[in-house]
RNA sequence: GCGUCUGUAGCUCAGCUGGAUAGAGCAACGGACUUCUAAUCCGUAGGCCGCAGGUUCGAAUCCUGCCAGACGCGCCA
């Protein structure tokens, strides 16, 4: 069981419970385990179904929960234990609750939730890794805003977070991009159109291709070129790489994303070779049709491509050669791959090659697939330029926000950064808030909904207790003593019960690696909060209550911006 | 053909390490702004949880089969 320095009710009741069964070998571990949350607030706060304990202790569950009720005294952390059928029900009492909580809050601040489990460990986030030469569109936002994620859970967490983008940098794309250049570009056109010039010639050398098969082969003879460090070629790769940067960057700017690493795939050039070597000496290595593979079939996968038959590295090579590169760097306790579901195999392959390779870290390596990303139902293709950009969504959401502000609020001031705020947050919001896994057609309609579910919803709600908060002038430090009993209206006790959640909800986001279970907590809390706003005034005469309103307000305040912040989007004080 | 993932309200999704009466948002309809920001809140309506078996005291959740969709399966990444 892990203590925590958190109120923790299901340990309480495990330990309880326990110390009650002791002499029936009941585990205070699976006790744990077994406490769930009521579907329906009458049945209690906490529930210990007694089900799997009749099997051990021989005896029909609902004697056991009546027998349970009558050993148990609640006091102090609960005003009742009540037996229900086969299910003894736990009912919180309310003033240690708010007490605790908020009291944690106060004097813990942004930190709430926090842990220290990671003890400065290095964790390893290979994310966004756009494509050089490619736009960075809707369909890189995904690994960009998940990897940005898990990177801020885990830091809180206690890990030191390496983040790296594993730019696509090398490849035969670059000889393809060449031909066009050479073919039907310029270097004034280029210097003017920028990545979108480039993406002009990119489908355009595809469209040509199609008439002509030739155009691949001289584009493979580009690549050799740039590979065999001819000056022309390699000149005109760097000069591709750097006009893409710029442009990423400013994508990243927008995000407030940033990297620890830009070491893409040409960084590992000059590390393959030794893979390849090592490979050979650990005899994994075998020749089938001319090209040099590791056999998988025992373990029911497709062979690994190491070499093709004309000896040069395929991208299982180069992870290969990264993973070895990144653990020495930065002896890892875990790298998280975030890369789109249809790489899995690809993934599972040679993660297994680096077990063979005799590597136990193997198993620390682990991919983080997402779903993927489709236009109207087709799939988005950057050849066909049916892409959507993400620059062109961001501004899209930014200027939306913008008109609403104008509209509803229109005596803001720094309408302009609020509305980069709040335009940007609806976007990484939208990709944060469902599971992973799950294909998204992407619509602009809902990429720049505000209402609802959404990240402009939660921005709203910590406003809206930023504006209480400043109409009465409280900070914390003005006043951290309140009085508990006095949030005693449904409404208020259901707000408490949510911020008790948090520090549960971040652990099982970063167990999961699963950033929308903080993203749908939020939407909770902050939908408890607005219930609260509406049945509860908080600036009253009454000073007391009002002290105690406002400490709860302060806490929603700093849990819905904390929990912001784990998923990369910032909350405005007014909006 | 083989493999992986997905299938829950009209739409988008929670719930899936088995537990009590399957929950939200959007859209629809009805209500709440002289009161701390209505980007809000409250209410109504909406369900063979893809289908069929099985395991279990108990299945949306686990197992098997089938159906539908997405993705992957050696020289792209």
């Known amino acids: 069981m892990q203590k925590n320095s958190y109120l923790d009710y299901k340990e309480i009741i495990a330990e309880t419970v326990g110390t009650v069964l002791a002499e029936s070998g009941v585990e205070k571990e699976a006790l744990y385990a077994l406490i769930e949350y009521p579907p329906d607030e009458k049945l209690g706060d906490l529930a210990l179904p007694c089900f799997q304990l009749s099997k051990v202790l021989r005896k029909a569950p609902n004697l056991i929960a009546e027998e349970l009720e009558n050993k148990i005294d609640p006091a102090p952390y609960f005003e009742a234990v009540k037996a229900t059928g086969p299910y003894l029900n736990f009912y919180v ?3 240690p609750l708010v007490k605790d909580v908020l009291a944690k809050i106060i004097t813990s601040g942004s930190k709430y939730g926090a842990r220290s489990v990671g003890g ?21 936002l995904c690994s960009t805003v998940i990897g940005n994620a898990l990177y801020k859970i885990f830091e809180f967490l206690g890990y030191n977070c390496v983040g790296i983008n594993h730019l696509g940098d090398w490849g035969t794309q670059f000889g393809k991009l060449i031909t066009a250049y050479k073919k039907w570009g310029s270097a004034e056109a280029v210097e003017k159109g920028l990545i979108k010039e480039l993406m002009r010639l990119y489908v355009k050398f595809h469209t040509e291709a199609e008439q002509d098969p030739a155009l691949e082969d001289e584009a493979r003879a580009w690549f050799r070129k740039i590979e065999n460090g001819d000056e022309e070629a390699l000149s005109l790769w760097r000069w591709f790489k750097e006009i893409s940067l710029e442009e990423f960057q400013r994508v990243y700017d927008i995000l407030e994303i940033s990297f620890d690493s830009m070491a893409g795939e040409s960084f590992y050039n000059d590390k393959i070779d030794a893979v390849v070597n090592e490979l050979k000496e650990k005899e994994l290595l075998v020749e089938s049709d001319g090209a040099a593979i590791v056999n998988l079939d025992e373990y029911g996968m497709p062979p690994c491509l190491i070499l093709k038959k004309d000896g040069s590295t395929l991208y299982a090579t180069r992870d290969i050669a990264a993973a ?11 790298a998280l791959y975030v890369t789109g579901a249809a790489q899995s195999l690809h993934f599972k392959q040679w993660f297994k090659v680096v077990e063979l390779m005799g590597y136990d870290w193997a198993k620390e390596l682990v991919h983080i697939p997402f779903g993927l990303v489709s236009l109207k139902g087709e799939k988005l293709s950057t050849r066909k330029g049916r892409v959507v950009l993400l620059e062109d969504l961001l501004k899209t959401a930014i200027e939306k926000t913008l008109a609403i502000i104008n509209e509803k609020n229109p005596s803001l001031l720094q309408k302009e950064e609020v509305a980069q705020t709040v335009g940007v947050g609806a976007v990484v919001f939208g990709a944060l808030s469902v599971n992973r896994i799950k294909d998204v057609t992407f619509s602009w309609e809902e990429a720049l909904s505000f209402e609802g579910e959404t990240g402009p919803y939660l921005q709203y709600t910590h406003a ?27 409404a208020a006790l259901k707000v408490v019960k949510a911020l008790y959640l948090f520090p549960e909800k971040v652990l099982s986001a970063a167990n999961e690696f699963e950033p929308s279970i903080i993203s749908r907590y939020l939407i909770e809390l902050a939908h408890t909060f607005n219930g609260f706003y509406h049945e509860c005034q908080v600036l009253v ?3 007391d209550l009002q002290q105690a309103r406002l400490v709860l307000v302060w806490a929603v305040k700093t849990i819905l911006a904390t929990g912001l912040g784990l998923l990369g989007i910032k909350a405005p004080e007014q909006m």
């Open 93 to 95: 009492a309310p003033v």
């Open 120 to 140: 400065g460990q290095n964790i390893v986030i290979d994310f966004s890794a756009p494509n050089i030469a490619k736009p960075f569109h809707v369909g890189h």
């Open 324 to 334: 070895l590169y990144r653990k020495k760097t930065y002896q890892f306790v875990k």
């Open 464 to 490: 809206r207790a930023c504006s209480i908060l400043r109409k009465a002038g409280y900070s914390p430090d003005a006043g951290v003593t309140f009085a508990p009993e006095r949030l005693n209206e449904p």
């Open 541 to 543: 005469d009454d000073q």
